[in-house]
């Protein structure tokens, strides 16, 4: 498990085995969802882009009802 700090200015530094494993490059840009008290960020990617990349996903339970519209 990987631990970043949040600077004076609310800023962090994703550590480097994360940025390769998720292929974030300076200039990308990332979504940032907050769900129950937790951050999550997620870069955003072309449709091209995410053909193939999460094979074997478990998408029960991906979404509560409310998220939905």
């Known amino acids: 498990m990987n631990t970043v700090k949040v600077s004076k200015k609310y800023q962090v530094v994703i550590p480097e085995n994360l940025r390769h494993e998720a292929h974030i490059k300076p200039g990308d840009k990332m979504m ?11 870069p955003v990617r072309t449709i091209k882009e995410t053909k193939g990349m999460i094979q074997g996903l478990d998408v029960a339970n991906l979404r509560d009802k409310t998220d939905r519209v």
């Open 32 to 42: 940032v969802i907050a769900k129950h008290g937790i951050l999550q960020y997620v």
